[in-house]
């Protein structure tokens, strides 16, 4: 099984519409972080929410996080045809030696 | 702004030979790590290292696998005799967990191809 699920797999929208995506995970965390990776690039480091948190915002990004639930969503709004990527969660359950589990990722694409 | 660096962007190599995939991290950063990326999959950890050792790694990291920091910079990733299974994208990144924030850092990657 795996540890990070995000849903959908895929996503297109126009540009200036909202994005929304979601991660499941299946243990205890003690955070989980969002990234951004363009085609081919290396990892960008989008937003981090520690288990006692709900929601984080971060210019256009929002996080919220429901560990009853163990899930979380990424929110982009306005949504600009830059922000055409993949998106990982990644979890932290190793207590911070960074060992993150990243999830298969939600491919966005902004058409402008 | 302060990043990973990774040398080379791409390596190719042929089967059976051994390749240093090299890395400078944050300066102030203690925390290292290596992750691995195979074309169309997700990212998978390979291997934690601080304070001169290995913290932590994945049931991938086997004895092919070795890292380093044989200076006060650079954070090697050494591959003994790779196969054509190795070919993938090789993340390095750092992280200052003395802050409340494990942020990590992520260097643009290596891409080894292994023919």
């Known amino acids: 099984s795996q540890q990070g699920e995000e849903d959908p797999q895929a996503l297109s929208i126009q540009e200036g519409e909202n994005a929304t995506m979601n991660c499941s995970y299946k243990?205890?965390?003690?955070?989980l972080q969002w990234y951004r990776q363009n085609s081919g690039r290396g990892l960008v480091h989008l937003i981090l929410?520690?288990?006692?948190?709900r929601e984080k915002h971060s210019g256009r990004l929002r996080v919220t996080l429901d560990t009853s639930k163990k899930s979380s969503s990424l929110l982009i709004t306005a949504s600009r045809a830059a922000d055409t990527a993949s998106y990982f969660c990644?979890?932290?359950?190793?207590?911070?030696?960074?060992?993150?589990?990243f999830g298969t990722g939600t491919k966005l694409q902004v058409i402008p | 702004e302060p990043e990973v660096t990774q040398t080379p962007s791409h390596q190719v190599t042929q089967m059976g030979q051994e390749v240093i995939l090299r890395c400078v991290p944050i300066?102030?950063?203690?925390?290292f790590y290596w992750y691995r990326q195979i074309l169309g999959q997700k990212v998978e950890f390979l291997v934690s290292?601080?304070?001169?050792?290995?913290?932590?790694k994945s049931e991938i990291f086997d004895d092919q696998f070795s890292v380093e920091r044989p200076d006060g910079s650079n954070f090697t990733l050494k591959i003994r005799s790779t196969k054509l299974e190795d070919s993938a994208m090789y993340f390095c990144?750092?992280?200052?967990?003395?802050?409340?924030?494990?942020?990590?850092?992520f260097g643009q990657g290596t891409r080894l191809t292994v023919v």
């Open positions: 243990t205890s965390i003690n955070n």
């Open positions: 929410i520690r288990s006692n948190e």
């Open positions: 990644a979890t932290d359950i190793s207590g911070g030696y960074q060992k993150v589990t």
């Open positions: 290292f601080y304070n001169n050792e290995i913290s932590e």
């Open positions: 300066s102030n950063h203690l925390y």
């Open positions: 990144a750092s992280s200052d967990a003395r802050s409340d924030n494990t942020e990590a850092f």
